[in-house]
């Protein structure tokens, strides 16, 4: 019986590296993004990794109910097994406070936490009966409540709160959940607008010494949702960064007043 991993915002980055990574492990995948022609990409490099394995692509946007729940309807006519759900999709509103608006914040949470809110409850029956895994793609900043960037840092924040409460609540069903915290990661999130469009000319305001490639990262996502942990912090300076944060807060703001 083939065991499936659905992947939402799998067209690329974290979302289509995990793809990948799963791929390998002989896992068949259920992959949703918006951008159809990278998710085609995507499913063509999964099937060059593993022949073995079936792979189905849905244009979807976890904004909208009825895109996951043709999802949901497909995997009830087929009678897959669906045992994992990675809640990844997502994006980042930028800007200082006062410059934004009150939709920056709505269109912010509507993908992050509400995208990953209807994720949880259209596909949570189907985790319950195989007692499956459910992860959540968090961030550093679940922790960390940066400057011109407080949008993202909210939902993430959210994010984290869920995560914490549901973990006790689904473990009744025997289904695991992980919170993935993740620190600069190669990907294609730096380079999408305050709207959710991406802009591939865009300048990655990130340094490059600190971007962690997104192979190793998602390598380390996947043996900790296996593993069934809680919940991780990837990368070096994400750990260093979530320290500091609990031991030592004022640094940060000492670190955050010289910006």
């Not at 991780?232 to 300076?237: E, R, V, Y």
Request: net charge positive.
């Amino acid at each position: 019986m083939k065991e499936y991993v659905l992947i939402t915002g799998a067209s690329s980055g974290i979302g289509a590296h995990l793809a990948m990574t799963f791929a390998e492990s002989s896992y068949s995948l259920l992959l949703l993004a918006r951008r159809e022609n990278l998710l085609q990409e995507v499913k063509e490099k999964c099937l060059k990794i593993n022949s073995k394995i079936s792979v189905e692509t849905f244009c979807a946007d976890v904004r909208k109910d009825e895109d996951l729940k043709k999802v949901d309807n497909f995997i009830h006519k087929n009678d897959l097994t669906l045992k994992i759900v990675i809640a990844n999709a997502g994006f980042g509103v930028m800007g200082k406070a006062e410059k934004l608006t009150l939709d920056d914040y709505k269109n912010q949470f509507d993908t992050n936490v509400f995208g990953l809110l209807r994720t949880f409850y259209i596909f949570k029956d189907h985790l319950k009966k195989s007692k499956g895994h459910l992860a959540l793609m968090g961030s550093i900043s679940s922790y960390l409540g940066t400057p011109t960037l407080t949008p993202y840092c909210m939902s993430k924040f959210a994010v984290r709160a869920f995560a914490e409460g549901i973990f006790f609540e689904m473990k009744s069903f025997g289904v695991k959940c992980t919170l993935i915290c993740p620190g600069l990661v190669e990907s294609q999130i730096r380079f999408v607008n305050n709207k959710g469009q991406y802009n591939p000319t865009a300048k990655d305001p990130a340094p490059k010494w600190i971007i962690v490639d997104t192979k190793s990262a998602t390598a380390k996502m996947k043996k900790a949702i296996l593993k069934g942990k809680k919940e991780i912090i990837i990368t070096g300076h994400g750990k260093l960064m979530v320290f500091f944060q609990r031991h030592f807060p004022k640094l940060l703001d000492i670190f955050y007043s010289l910006r």
